[in-house]
């Protein structure tokens, strides 16, 4: 999953092109969700098929019920031949 842009308000210094490299919906502060972002394609996290990667995409949140951090962000789902790793 690539980062498409653009931003969300707050988001700074995460430019599009980037990969999603981990994600935890109950992680941060407070539980507002923590991603890692790479410019490395290998470093991405990869999933079965796109209904995977939308899953992930809409997790809610546990801690602050209704929250859905990754939704801030505008992404692209890619194939792993298309993303020049692996």
Known sequence: MGLA????????GI???????????????DGWGSATWSTDPAAAMVFADREAAHACW??????????QPLT????????LEDAGTR
């Not at 842009?5 to 700074?12: F, Q, S």
Request: proline letters at 10%; aromatic letters at 8%.
């Open 58 to 67: 809409e997790q809610t949140s546990r801690t602050r019920p209704g929250l």
């Open 15 to 29: 430019p599009a092109g980037m990969f999603l490299a981990s994600f935890d919906s109950e992680g941060g502060a």
């Open 5 to 12: 842009g653009p931003l969300p308000a707050g988001c700074r």
């Open 72 to 79: 801030a962000f505008h992404v692209a789902v890619i194939a």
